[in-house]
């Protein structure tokens, strides 16, 4: 256990000597686009092939973000020794009240979920541990300052999520502990964990504030119509091939940041690999249409041909989402929605 232990030292050295390097690049910078490149391919590759990995999909993305200096050995050793921790919280739990068949899956959410959001002693080969809890990050929530602050990674190393990086770890322990009615789902700007139970149904894991709220606080935001939620816009169970494909997403998203460039077609393929295996992805729809609206303004005077082409097709992409029930949802009223489950528990909480 003791070198177990220091292998996972060593992924924290090495990720936080990654947070502190370079994050930025000029758009020729071409030993990071062709990390991009290789991620887009290993992606496309699981995808077309179906050997699935939602997993090794977000370390390709966060990886390429840094150049291909991270350690999948590593990233995995972290995972696992999560996965390990979960698996001893599992041994504790006892479920008296609950006698449904599926009662060994409510346990591994549980500890899952312990794991992730409470302090928990865990007592094995004579010797007793106390892992803290993930927390969620307010600061810089949407990553405009820092993309990092998405990722898994940074939140292996400083115990700091949100909404996007916490319930991306909470699948990872899922897949780990073989978790077969848990599911990661939509809202705007946001990402949440769906279960099920024979006993009680579907129910909500919230790991931002770490509590189970009903379907009416995920309505309360005012930016989910009926109409979004038929379409399978929002609050839909996402399949294992629609996860790997968002990941494309999230690697447009991180090229973007890095090389501000959208011309040289990368943001699009993304885009357009993400909707190939996930049509209604609604925030890869307005993500490529925002993409196609800057290069709309790029060529507007230089080529009016082009620039009416990539008008259409963008104007297309709006009226689509306006169709499938999509309301844009302001930074502002994000904010107070997640406060909301905090200060009104009893209220939206199950």
Not at 46 to 53: C, E, P, R, V
Not at 82 to 98: D, G, H, T
Not at 104 to 117: G, Q
Request: hydrophobic content about 35%.
């Amino acid at each position: 256990m003791t070198k177990y232990l220091l292998r996972i030292f060593a992924s924290f050295v090495l990720i936080c000597s990654c947070f502190v390097s370079r994050t930025s690049a000029c758009p020729n910078d071409d030993s990071g686009k062709r990390a991009y490149d290789s991620a887009f391919s290993e992606i496309e590759s699981m995808l077309h092939t179906n050997q699935l990995s939602f997993k090794k999909a977000v370390f390709a993305v966060e990886n390429a973000f840094f150049y291909d200096t991270l350690s999948y050995d590593l990233f995995q050793d972290k995972i696992q020794y999560l996965a390990f921790l979960v698996k001893e919280q599992y041994k504790s739990i006892s479920l008296n009240s609950y006698s449904a068949a599926d009662s060994d899956m409510v346990r591994k959410n549980l500890a899952i979920f312990e794991v992730l959001k409470d302090t928990c002693k865990i007592i094995g080969s004579g010797k007793t541990r106390y892992h803290l809890p993930f927390t969620y990050d307010f600061d810089d929530f949407f990553g405009n300052e820092k993309w990092t602050n998405m990722f898994v990674t940074k939140l292996l190393v400083t115990n700091k999520g949100n909404c996007h990086s916490l319930p991306y770890l909470y699948k990872m322990l899922s897949d780990e502990m073989g978790v077969r009615n848990a599911w990661l789902s939509f809202a705007p700007n946001h990402i949440y964990i769906k279960n099920h139970c024979q006993q009680t149904g579907w129910y909500n894991t919230e790991l931002t504030s770490g509590q189970f709220p009903i379907d009416g606080w995920i309505m309360a935001s005012g930016y989910v119509s009926p109409d979004a939620v038929r379409s399978g816009i929002y609050m839909d169970t996402l399949s294992d091939q629609e996860l790997v494909a968002n990941c494309a997403l999230d690697l447009a998203k991180g090229y973007e940041k890095k090389y501000r460039t959208y011309t040289d077609s990368f943001i699009i393929k993304c885009c357009d690999l993400t909707l190939k295996y996930h049509p209604n992805n609604i925030n890869a729809i307005i993500y490529k249409a925002e993409t196609l609206k800057k290069m709309y303004l790029n060529y507007k005077n230089e080529n009016f041909d082009l620039a009416t082409k990539i008008y259409l097709e963008m104007e297309n992409l709006y009226v689509h989402a306006l169709d499938l029930g999509y309301k844009e949802m302001p930074e502002k009223m994000y904010r107070e929605w997640l406060v909301a489950i905090s200060k009104e528990k009893g209220k939206y909480s199950n």
